[in-house]
């Protein structure tokens, strides 16, 4: 198989799908956006979250929020079972289910005032749906803000450069904002500024490492994280996402440049593996019996694995929470929902999937590519002690696929000799890719759990006023879901699995998170499903386009989750077993309730 | 000018003193900002310049662009 071909079937895919089934289907048929209604962003106008925004600066902040690591370590892990069976995944998730979910999600918020999903399921699934609904998502919504205070401080910690460019980054982003808001002056020409701006960043970072202990990140990136999370978006959040599309896109334009320079060399992985794989590729902890045992079958344990690239429940959270506020024209949904999730899922097939497939290999490949064993450990790769690509980590098989294939494809121009010095810079690049959302993410994440918190204590607002100003203060719910991040990021503990290896503390119910967001994700959609049905009257074959995706995830997820429950928690240490283990039980037991009362939701509406 | 914009004002050119001196002194004379493994005062002095540029310009310039609020007004026809 040639990687052009396959890089051509997925764009078809999805230029078929973004046509026919997002712009005809969804928008005009079922929603029917309508360029004329004014959105919240107008309507509820505050110059703090409801502020409307540009449409490419919008889908900007979309993508940034919703692609953490997820696009990326997901798919990178699930090559356990192959490459096919991933790439099929996220083609079909991402389509029928990741990109519906997200943009319906987008809409029937604005069609409610810019109130989260979780408040929306109230007018159709009834009150006690909607207080569970938001204490579930603030809940994992501080797992989040904990994770990914963890990761970016490692990240910043091992990696001095990355962290200087994160403090160049910022200010160059509000110069942008200032320009355009403040100054007036032309958008391209504050892009073009601004750029150059990061280009020098970029460049000056390499040389000026900035040394802080992980303990000292986890304060600065807390801080930072209250401060951004209760700004205005108009000032930081919209001008940094904005800046952030250009390196997104240049990321996934080189995965496209690639196939198309190297149209005769072909795949060296095999498109299936196995259809079973090790419990380790659905979040086992490592080193747990379960991690090496056979039990996760691709389906219906894939969504533990590949989340974010073919769907996610925080991108409900983020599409009916910040993007929501402030879309400008309902037009624009369309882009930034479902094209957002598409960009994600290219992420995924194209920068992650395909390369690896390409590279699988390494000695097949560096025959194929006429690359002799000492030019590949000049580069730093060993094939003799590391053959293939799943000999690497999930993160790592990454930065060296990635690399690797744009190494091969640019060394067609510039010559064989300089492969070495190609594959260290590109990745380079991949490894700052994947960072360079990890912030982005984290106070997005505290926005939100924000709102939540807001939406949460509404019920106080008529009788208790001044108790209800006081904790809905804007800075108030942005200081307690980090303070508590923080908790249960900043503490070490021995592993309970492995007792000579240090983790965090959140490591101890961490493991819950992948599937406790599928589990929000299958909510979400059929909470959108009813609002399609019993709200906008969408009735006969088009509502079964949303009813039988939302069902079809919805057992999916389940059985996986109790896939979990029964081969992965007995096997865990009782720390982990409290932690982990009561989480996952819980939620499948909220799973249960919910679709008791999405079904009771169904069945009103049929009624009228 | 109000007290709210002067302070703005002040911590603005703090910020932006912390991190010039940072980058373009302390690395450029020691190599880099901090020691590995240690909480020193340059990273410190460097991440006080990198969460008070977040504040200072936002307190100087005011929370709503007049282009924006103008704008607004206009689409709703409403008085903000």
Not at chain 1, 22 to 40: C, N, Q
Not at chain 1, 46 to 56: F, I, L, M, S
Not at chain 1, 584 to 600: E, G, M, P, Q
């Amino acid at each position: 198989m040639y990687p052009i071909l396959i890089l051509l079937i997925v764009l078809l895919i999805y230029g078929v799908a973004y046509i026919l089934y997002g712009k005809r289907l969804l928008e005009r048929k079922i929603v029917k956006a309508d360029p004329s209604r004014l959105t919240p962003a107008y309507e509820k106008f505050d110059g703090v979250d409801y502020v409307p925004a540009n449409k490419y600066v919008l889908y900007g902040h979309h993508f940034a929020s919703i692609a953490g690591a997820g696009p990326i370590i997901g798919p990178a892990t699930a090559l356990a079972w192959g490459w096919f069976l991933p790439l099929l995944w996220v083609l079909f998730g991402n389509i029928f289910i990741g990109a519906v979910h997200d943009y319906t999600a987008i809409m029937a918020s604005v069609r409610h005032g810019g109130v989260s999903i979780m408040t929306i399921s109230e007018n159709v699934m009834g009150r006690k749906a909607r207080y569970i609904f938001l204490a579930y998502v603030w809940f994992a919504l501080v797992l989040v803000l904990a994770a990914f205070l963890s990761v970016a401080s490692g990240i910043y910690a091992d990696i001095p450069t990355a962290a200087t460019l994160a403090i160049l980054y910022m200010p160059i982003a509000l110069l942008f904002g200032i320009l355009v808001y403040k100054v007036g002056i032309n958008v391209k020409l504050a892009t073009l500024i601004s750029l150059i701006l990061v280009v020098v960043g970029i460049a000056y970072s390499f040389y000026a490492p900035t040394y802080l202990t992980y303990e000292g990140w986890v304060i600065v990136l807390a801080l930072y994280s209250i401060i951004a999370a209760a700004l205005p978006v108009w000032y930081l959040l919209q001008p940094r996402d904005y800046l952030n599309a250009y390196l997104l896109w240049s990321f996934v334009l080189l995965a496209i440049i690639a196939p198309l320079l190297l149209p005769v060399i072909r795949f060296t992985g095999p498109p299936i593996v196995n259809f079973v794989a090790k419990g380790g590729v659905i979040g086992a902890p490592s080193g747990s019996p379960p991690a090496g045992a056979d039990i996760a079958w691709f389906w219906p344990t894939v969504p533990l694995t590949i989340a974010c690239g073919a769907l996610s429940g925080f991108h409900s959270v983020v599409g009916s929470g910040t993007t929501s506020k402030q879309l400008s024209n309902e037009l624009d949904a369309l882009l930034v929902g479902y094209g957002g999730m598409l960009t994600e899922g290219a992420v995924s097939s194209l920068a992650v999937i395909l390369p690896a497939a390409l590279v699988w290999d390494f000695a097949a490949i560096a025959q194929s590519a006429g690359l002799s064993t000492d030019l590949l450990l000049k580069a730093g790769l060993n094939i003799t002690a590391t053959p293939n690509i799943l000999r690497l980590g999930a993160a790592p098989r990454f930065y060296t696929a990635y690399g690797f294939a744009q190494a091969l494809a640019w060394s067609r121009l510039f010559g064989v000799e300089v492969f070495p010095q190609l594959f260290v810079g590109f990745r380079t690049f991949a490894a700052w890719a994947l960072t360079s959302f990890v912030l982005t993410t984290l106070d997005t994440s505290n926005r939100l759990a924000r709102f939540a918190w807001v939406e949460m204590f509404d019920w106080l607002k008529a009788r208790k006023p001044t108790i209800h100003k006081l904790i809905t203060n804007r800075w108030i719910a942005s200081i307690i879901p980090v303070v508590l991040g923080a908790v249960m990021a900043y503490p070490s503990l021995p592993d309970p699995i492995d007792p000579t290896r240090v983790i965090r503390a959140y490591s101890i119910i961490w493991p819950a998170f992948a599937g406790t967001n599928q589990l929000l994700a299958a909510l979400a959609l059929l909470t959108s499903t009813l609002w399609v049905y019993a709200v906008l009257k969408v009735k006969g074959a088009s509502s079964f386009l949303m009813l039988i995706p939302a069902m079809f995830l919805w057992v999916t997820v389940t059985l996986a989750l109790i896939i979990w429950l029964i081969y992965v928690v007995p096997y865990l240490p009782g720390l982990y077993i409290a932690g982990t283990g009561t989480i996952v039980a819980i939620s499948v037991a909220l799973d249960f309730l919910l679709i008791v009362l999405f079904a009771r939701g169904l069945k009103a509406a049929r009624i009228k | 000018m109000k007290t709210k914009e002067v302070l703005g004002v002040i911590i603005t050119v703090i910020a932006v003193i912390l991190i010039l001196y940072e980058l373009l002194y302390v690395n450029l004379t020691v190599g880099s900002i901090g020691k590995k493994g240690a909480i020193t005062s340059d990273a410190v002095l460097i991440a006080s310049g990198f969460l008070l540029i977040l504040i200072g310009p936002w307190l100087w310039l005011g929370e709503v662009p007049v282009a924006i609020r103008k704008f607004i007004e206009a689409k709703t026809g409403k008085k903000l």
